[in-house]
T-cell receptor, first 110, second 114 residues
């Protein structure tokens, strides 16, 4: 089983739709969680950290479910510019390592 | 503010040639530094990380090596490139944010080995 798993997609959604991605992790000792956005042929850019109580940044909401070992990203009112690959990342305190999922591709259609 | 530089942006090299990719970070001291490779259509593979000058941890055995000669400089090298070394090489650094350490990426070097 991979340490971090994501549905590769693509998720094709119309503009204005709400879309959600999940990311499962296998190490129960994982403590830090992140969502990154990667545009084609560009570096990943931090979208948001994921906190235990859940957090929101504009149209984006991230949640953590420790019991089921997954994090989620919800995008409301999708824009064409949201089209990208979304990577989740997990880190365990003291290991210095970040484990990335392979990404979920989102296409927002006009 | 902190910035991370990588060069070159694109590189085409013949099989068997040497490689040296450089990464430098500005605006911070004693960062943790990382090298990743992303093959076409695939995920990020951690190659090396460093928590201090001269301290290198290797994640995947291969014909690549890394060095950290200065606090904010991280170098990825190879003596002889293989076709399978082609990919998108990303340098990253990590720093503490509000409540947790977070990782940030440089612009990457796209390497094509022919």
């Amino acid at each position: 089983r991979k340490e971090v798993e994501q549905d590769p997609g693509p998720f094709n959604v119309p503009e204005g739709a709400t879309v959600a991605f999940n990311c499962t992790y296998s190490n129960s000792a994982s403590q830090s969680f992140f969502w990154y956005r990667q545009d084609c042929r560009k570096e990943p850019k931090l979208l948001m950290s994921v906190y235990s109580s859940g957090n929101e940044d504009g149209r984006f909401t991230a949640q953590l479910n420790r019991a089921s070992q997954y994090i989620s990203l919800l995008i409301r009112d999708s824009k064409l510019s949201d089209s990208a690959t979304y990577l989740c990342a997990v880190s365990t305190s003291g290991t210095y390592k970040y484990i990335f999922g392979t990404g979920t591709r989102l296409k927002v259609l006009a | 503010s902190q910035t991370i530089h990588q060069w070159p942006a694109t590189l085409v090299q013949p099989v068997g040639s040497p490689l040296s990719l450089e990464c430098t970070v500005e605006g911070t001291s004693n960062p943790n530094l990382y090298w990743y490779r992303q093959a076409a259509g695939r995920g990020l593979q951690l190659l090396f990380y460093s928590v201090g000058i001269g301290q290198i941890s290797s994640e995947v055995p291969q014909n690549l090596s890394a060095s950290r000669p200065q606090d904010r400089q991280f170098i990825l090298s190879s003596k002889k490139l293989l076709l399978s070394d082609s990919g998108f090489y990303l340098c990253a650094w990590s720093a503490w944010g509000k409540t947790q350490e977070t990782q940030y990426f440089g612009p990457g070097t796209r390497l094509l080995v022919l």
